[in-house]
Structures are given as structure tokens and as C-alpha cells.
């Protein structure tokens, strides 16, 4: 297995996981690391949220038609696999939900002529990946924390409120540092998207170290080898930046965010934006923030029991997959609507 502090080691076949919060980099990451002669890198699967984590909805995988129903809804409309064909390869294998994943990643790193696959998707947990997938190796991408929330309110539906985005921001990434710090270098690296930006060749070189793959300059350097992890039909404004040369990652005003909303952002993600090293604001506007997310904090409990309210509504596996589809579709549309304006 391979270490993550640049010391190199033996070749390895692990299963590759990129994560990171929402517009942190985590597709460009994902594009150089698919852009290795050996890696697959296929568009975002989002396998645990909208597969593995309606395990009790699907059914049990013994049974051939639950099989072949998650395999299909696994793949969605994405082009080139088929379904029958992998179902077949799963009933001569394990029926397990790591091997569902593992035979579709498989069959497109076959028909990339490569050897590995690395998946990757926005929120996912590194601690539930490691539970499927053991020998797994992640690599954890952060952004400077204003810029992640900023451009996340700003583009995406997914977190309408900056300061309701900075409270995920913070869990998400407390917590996958705290797994990966549990699981260890062999297992987990993380990446400063500033870091990539400004040094692409240096930082993808210590990931291929990392992975215990031979870094090769084509890597960052031949803009079509990224093409295959990105969907092109969904989404394309946002993804249109991994087609273009990296530019080092500017200084730019936090578009969309209000002053006040700058401070309360700042207020929650303080602690671990410091221990990352990010620059932080005059200590009046983080005392600002301070004071005003006390302020709210009334009201925001009363927001998080509400919602919790209207989950617990949702008692049954169908309701529950009801509601996730729902979610999914809605996050779609309005953030098409939000990249016309």
C-alpha cells in the first residue's frame, strides 16, 4: 500500500476515493487523477446517497431482480455500460453493495483500457467508503472556506443559505479530517485546492506518490485526458473550467454573500479554516459574526427541529427513496435556473 508523505511504495489496485465539499475542486481533482494512464476516473456516481444508504428500499442483492434493478438505477443514463452484461458478472461474484460499485467501475475501467478506478462525489462520507471498500484510498480536497460557501450559495441549489452551507462545510470537514487522521497516511491524503492551483505538477506528483503510481507531466498538462470524468451533458457551465489551462487560484470578491453573511460564514468555520492555515478576516467582523449567529440561534434550532419534524414523517423505504428523488430533482432544476441568470 502506498503512503501519503511522499516516500513512495509498491503499485497499487485499491479503489481511489476523491471528496470534498461542494465547488472545493473536486472535479478537477478527479479529471488529473483520471488523467493517469492507469486510473479510471468516470463522471460522479453518488452510489452511497442515492444507492447504498436505501439498502432497505431496494431489497436484498440475492434476489435477481433487486439486483438488476440497483445495477440499472446505479448506472442512471450514462452511456456505454450495460446493464445485463454487468449483472451476469455480479452473479458469478459476491452479491455485496461494495461489489455492485466495484463490477460497474470495473467495467468502465475496461473499456478505458486502464487498470484502477477512482470515483468521486461531493458530500460523500470517507468513513462509510472505508466501511465498503477497506483497503480504499481517499483523497480529501478543501478550499478555502468562503470561497467553497460562497460559490456553492451562488451556483448551486443544494444550500440556499451561506451560513446553513458554512455549518455543513464544517461538519463535513471536521469529520473526514478526524476519519482520516483515525485511518492513517497509507489511507488518506488531503489536497489544498489553493495548493493545486498554484502547482499543479508538485501537488499531482505527491498524489501519484500517495497512490503509488509513476506521476507523469501529461497528467496536468494534456487538457483531453481529463475529458472522461466529466458529464458533459448535465451541468456543462460548471465543469467548463477543467477544460481550460489551471490558473493559480485568485483572490475574488465572494460573490452573492453579503457582509453580515461574510462574518456569521466566517464566525462558524473560524476553527478549522486556522488550523488550515487560511487567512481570516479582521477579528471585529469575526466578532460580529459571533454575535449574531448567538443572536439567531434561536431560530435556527427551531429551522433543524422542523426539518427534523418533517424526516420523521418518512417512515417507510419508499417514502424515504420518495423523498430523495424529489430532492434530487428539484436541486437540478433550480440550479439550471440559477446558471441561466
Not at 23 to 31: C, I, K, P, V
Amino acid at each position: 500500500m502506498s503512503t501519503g508523505d511522499g516516500s513512495g511504495s509498491a503499485r497499487s489496485d485499491a479503489p481511489i476515493f476523491v471528496v470534498g465539499f461542494p465547488r472545493s475542486g473536486t472535479t478537477l481533482l478527479q479529471a488529473l487523477i483520471g488523467a493517469h494512464p492507469r486510473v479510471a476516473a468516470p463522471p460522479e456516481m453518488h452510489f452511497l446517497n442515492r444507492v447504498f444508504y436505501f439498502a432497505d428500499y431496494f431489497g436484498d442483492l440475492d434476489d435477481d431482480d433487486v439486483l438488476q434493478r440497483v445495477v440499472e438505477v446505479t448506472i442512471g443514463a450514462r452511456t456505454g455500460f450495460d446493464a445485463d452484461q454487468i449483472v451476469r458478472r455480479l452473479k458469478q461474484s459476491e452479491r455485496t453493495w461494495a461489489a455492485v460499485l466495484d463490477t460497474i467501475m470495473r467495467d468502465f475501467t475496461e473499456r478505458q483500457g486502464k487498470e484502477r478506478w477512482s470515483e468521486k462525489s461531493p458530500l460523500q462520507s470517507a468513513e462509510a467508503l472505508w466501511k465498503l471498500f477497506p483497503n480504499a484510498q481517499v483523497v480529501h480536497i478543501v478550499r478555502h472556506p468562503l470561497h467553497s460557501v460562497a460559490s456553492t450559495s451562488a451556483k448551486l441549489a443544494i444550500f440556499r443559505n451561506p451560513v446553513k452551507a458554512a455549518h455543513e462545510w464544517h461538519r463535513f470537514t471536521v469529520k473526514t479530517m478526524a476519519a482520516g487522521e483515525r485511518r492513517g497516511p497509507a489511507q488518506y491524503m488531503r489536497v489544498l485546492y489553493e495548493d493545486l492551483a498554484a502547482d499543479p505538477q508538485a501537488v499531482m506528483s505527491t498524489v501519484c506518490t500517495f497512490l503509488g503510481e509513476q506521476f507523469e507531466s501529461a497528467m496536468v498538462t494534456d487538457i483531453d485526458r481529463r475529458r472522461s470524468a466529466v458529464n458533459e451533458v448535465h451541468l456543462v457551465p460548471l465543469m467548463a473550467s477543467v477544460f481550460e489551462p489551471i490558473k493559480s487560484a485568485e483572490v475574488q470578491p465572494f460573490t452573492g454573500v453579503t457582509r453580515l453573511e461574510r462574518a456569521r460564514v466566517w464566525a462558524v468555520v473560524a476553527p478549522v479554516a486556522d488550523q488550515l492555515g487560511y487567512d481570516a478576516p479582521r477579528r471585529p467582523m469575526r466578532n460580529v459574526g459571533r454575535a449574531m449567529n448567538r443572536l439567531v440561534k434561536p431560530l435556527d434550532r427551531l429551522h433543524e427541529w422542523r426539518a427534523q419534524q418533517q424526516a420523521s414523517r418518512l417512515t417507510t423505504p419508499d417514502e424515504r427513496y420518495a423523498s430523495m428523488l424529489s430532492k434530487i430533482d428539484n436541486f437540478m432544476e433550480d440550479t439550471e435556473k440559477k446558471l441561466q441568470r
